[in-house]
């Protein structure tokens, strides 16, 4: 590693289809490791739809995706995760069958080596603890918000995605579950997070990409866009 | 004391019933495919077991150290080669496929093995019993067969509960997206849990050879049992598939005993009764979503 960071993800092109409909244009996004990276927009922009791409969840083209480096956008979602790539994905899905605790440990499924274990996320969020045998889907919106990411960091993956983590949750909750970002990067993951609340995206991101109609309306840094700015590519007036 | 008679055989025929419909059970809980082919399957498994027990002269119980690895390679093939293709939104293309499967295995068994009825030879085991009292005799092979089930059916949960793969089996039950997206490969978990199956239809099939007569035509009816024995218990509970087993079972020995035709009614009716009381089974844990 020199100056610039590693590059763990890029997208090139990218290209997105739900059947004949195409929501994503063209999409070149960047993300260095050890950055937090938000990527906002409004409803519809193709943020989740950015995020299931690099997953494997929509087919794309195998140069399309990278990650550090190699190809990946020909893989399936099992292979692309057992890479070092995991989705916290929108709404959790949790799954109701497994305890608290089996939903966790099915994140460790691929076996990769790294620094999470269930005693670490357990001290990250102690309530996982107290309610291990609890099914997941009984758990609060806020704790079954901790649990999905849990859960995404037992696969220990060098980069972690995160969709809407603000989605449906009181304030408090969801500054208590953006205060553990930091200390998942400290732990060498590098983080994007999609996010419609573009305060709590400006806030923790290093750069962020706004996303308008499937198309990048709008990069940098946060402290280098103006509200303007950041106001016309969001909503496009 | 004919009647406690009749109640205790038909619990033992339950365990059959309950081996029948175990495999059948497990692939629709966890991927939600109903196979038309169980019963068929079943049929094959007797018939490779009756090839190897002509073929080598050793005792049917014997044979299944082979059959049954055997007919879990032909499972994990199946559901790998054709029926992983199948699955989808759509539950029609499943039902077809294994529908076609049927008709397939039973004329491959016509050809190869002609239309004969055949039966296992199990020497000795077939009519050593133990008494109790002067009217009641446990004979030692249904008593085996009742034990098995409880085995298989002990196993299973312990796999579907205590262990990674059973984890998987589940959380892909729940939803197999997200399930991709823990490192799950899909394709081969469903393949594991159809060899599963077929492990046991393995062991059913054995045990139906020996105890009765079979030809290639009959797994339909089989099928049908099994289909009878999950419903009655309850979809995706195995302990409930095989009190299904041993209802369908001791409603069979008893119609038995009024009528001698009236055995297979009588089963018949027995589930149709459960049904209209309990349309979701007796012990069900598959909610619909």
């Known amino acids: 590693m020199s100056g610039t960071p590693e590059t763990v993800l890029a997208t090139h092109e990218l290209t997105a289809f739900y059947g004949d409909f195409q929501a994503l244009f063209g999409i070149d996004v960047h993300v260095g490791r050890g950055e937090t990276v938000a990527i906002i927009g409004a409803n519809g922009a193709g943020k989740s739809t950015f995020l299931r791409s690099v997953v494997g969840q929509l087919p794309s083209e195998r140069e399309q995706v990278t990650h550090e480096g190699k190809p990946i956008g020909h893989l399936q979602a099992h292979e692309i995760v057992r890479r070092g790539i995991a989705l916290v994905p929108e709404g959790r899905l949790l799954f109701p069958s497994l305890s608290v605790e089996e939903n966790l440990r099915l994140g460790a499924y691929g076996k990769r080596a790294g620094p999470w274990k269930i005693e670490r996320v357990h001290e990250l969020f102690p309530v996982l603890r107290e309610r291990r045998a609890t099914p997941g889907t009984a758990l609060s919106g806020g704790e079954q918000q901790m649990c999905a990411i849990g859960r995404a960091l037992m696969s220990n993956p060098t980069l972690l995605l995160c969709d809407e983590l603000s989605l449906g949750l009181a304030p408090v909750i969801i500054r208590q579950i953006y205060a553990v970002l930091p200390v998942i990067v400290s732990e060498g993951t590098t983080i994007v997070v999609v996010e419609q609340d573009i305060n709590q995206a400006l806030d923790v991101a290093d750069r962020v990409y706004c996303f308008q109609e499937g198309r990048v309306s709008l990069q940098g840094r946060p402290d280098d866009l103006s509200r303007e700015d950041v106001a016309t590519a969001y909503f496009g007036v | ?289």
Do not use: C
């Open chain 2, 1 to 289: 004391m004919e009647w406690l008679d009749a109640i205790i055989q038909g619990v033992l025929l339950g365990g059959l019933y309950a081996l029948f419909a175990t495999g059948l059970s497990l692939i629709f809980g966890v991927m939600r495919l109903v196979n038309i082919a169980h019963g068929d399957l079943i049929v094959l498994a007797a018939f490779l077991g009756l090839a190897m027990v002509n073929g080598t002269g050793v005792h049917p119980l014997i044979s299944l150290v082979v059959i049954v690895p055997v007919m879990a390679a032909i499972g994990y093939a199946l559901q790998r080669g054709i029926l992983n293709l199948t699955l989808g939104r759509d539950i029609l293309p499943p039902l077809l496929v294994t529908f076609g499967l049927s008709i397939i295995i039973q004329n491959v068994l016509l050809e190869v093995f002609s239309a004969d009825t055949q039966r296992l030879k199990a020497g000795a085991l077939e009519t050593a019993s133990i008494a109790i009292g002067e009217q009641i005799a446990i004979g030692w092979f249904p008593l085996i067969v009742f034990l098995s089930a409880v085995g298989v059916i002990a196993a299973l949960q312990l796999v579907l509960f205590r262990t990674r793969l059973g984890t998987a089996f589940r959380a892909t039950s729940d939803d197999h997206e997200t399930a991709a997206l823990m490192g799950i490969d899909n394709r081969h978990v469903f393949a594991l849990a159809m060899a599963l199956a077929l492990a046991v239809v393995a062991l059913a099939g054995t045990f139906m050879a020996i105890r009765t007569n079979f030809s290639p035509a009959i797994g339909p009816a089989r099928l049908l049992y099994a289909f009878e024995a999950v419903i009655i218990g309850g979809l995706g509970s195995l302990w409930g598939t095989l009190a299904g087993g041993v209802i369908l079972g001791v409603a069979q020995a008893i119609g038995a005993k009024f009528h001698p035709g009236g055995q297979i009614l009588a089963g018949h009716v027995a589930f149709l009764i459960v049904l209209v009381l309990r349309p979701n089974g007796l012990f069900p844990r598959t909610r619909d979503r």
